[in-house]
Structures are given as structure tokens and as C-alpha cells.
């Protein structure tokens, strides 16, 4: 998954300006105890990132 992708569908999930906020801010059991933006820069993969979200902010089955 391309970073631009993921960060479409973070958008499309949380609106526009939740988005960044979120991601910035929310620590996360399931990426290690990081944010999405700390998980991203350590390497992890946007997929797995967006997997991670998924699971802990119950997406839609259909937005996944």
C-alpha cells in the first residue's frame, strides 16, 4: 500500500480534519505503543499500519 493510499482512506474513515490528529496523537497497543506517525517513521510498512488501525477503531468490514 502506497503512503498516499493509506492516508486516503485515513481520511475517509476518520474526515479530514481528524485524520492527522489521530494519527499524530493516538498511541496504539497494536503498533507497539506508538502513534501511527511514530509507526510509519520507524518503518512499518503503511499496510500494517492500516491493518492496525482497522483492528482497534473497528472499521467497516468494506473500508478495509
Known sequence: ?????FWQQMVEH?????????????VMSELGGRTVHQALDAGWEAKDVWRAVCSAMDVPADRR
Request: proline share 0%; aromatic share 16%; hydrophobic share 45%.
Open 14 to 26: 476518520f474526515g479530514e480534519a481528524y485524520a492527522d490528529s489521530f494519527a499524530r496523537d493516538h
Open 1 to 5: 500500500m502506497r503512503l498516499t493510499v
